[in-house]
């Protein structure tokens, strides 16, 4: 793992993370499952980072933090968790209020290169307020691209996006979130509310899968 910036961590393409023994994984997902890619306490330690230079950017600002659900929802907890315990032990603050989207762009594990929304609230409260987006991971860039064109039909004041993956794949339109939690390969991760058709989101550690078709496991 190597630090480009303060706000990015790069994972290399050899990086073969951990054996699953190591870990406490659920029976019915070991056959499923190759390595422990990003363990858990990584996980935490990096999105607190996160969270400090969120404060420092926009601390002062009355936000609306915005999840892609499903697959941003632990990373928008813990992520809005450790900005709760800064507003509670810093000299800033940032007031914020929280909405939720619901976005379809994967089958099996593959983009389809066309969002649907197929959930959310009503985002014309968006209008005027500074806005942080939490998604779980970029891949193409694409489905991000589209969800910002999106919201801009509301003006929101501004928009920053964090994400907690951000692949590395030639398949990219080039698109880099404000925050980036991990850089990684080309791989398909799963875990920490990352899925496969719904299945591994309860994990809470990102780990590789075996590969696509129908899971052996379940």
Do not use: W
């Amino acid at each position: 793992i190597s630090t480009q910036s303060i706000c990015e961590m790069s994972i290399s393409d050899d990086e073969q993370g951990y054996d699953l023994d190591l870990f406490c994984i659920p029976k019915h997902y070991a056959t499923d499952l190759e390595r422990v890619y990003i363990p858990h306490g990584l996980i935490q330690d990096r999105t607190e980072r996160l969270a400090r230079e969120i404060m420092k950017e926009m601390g002062g600002h009355h936000i609306v933090a915005l999840c892609v659900l499903k697959g941003g929802y632990k990373f928008f907890a813990d992520l809005l968790d450790f900005i709760k315990a800064l507003n509670r032990n810093s000299d800033r603050s940032i007031p914020m209020t929280v909405d939720f989207i619901r976005l379809k762009s994967y089958y099996n594990d593959q983009s389809t290169g066309e969002i649907k929304v197929i959930g959310g609230d009503d985002l014309s409260t968006l209008t005027g307020k500074p806005m942080l987006l939490l998604q779980d991971i970029i891949d193409t860039g694409k489905t991000m691209k589209t969800l910002l064109q999106l919201l801009k039909q509301y003006n929101p004041k501004m928009v920053k996006v964090a994400s907690l993956l951000v692949k590395r794949t030639p398949r990219s339109v080039g698109y880099r979130p404000d925050y980036v939690g991990f850089e990684v390969p080309d791989k398909f991760v799963v875990g920490y509310a990352l899925d496969y058709n719904e299945y591994f989101r309860d994990l809470n550690r990102c780990v590789t899968s075996r590969g696509t078709g129908t899971l052996r496991g379940i």
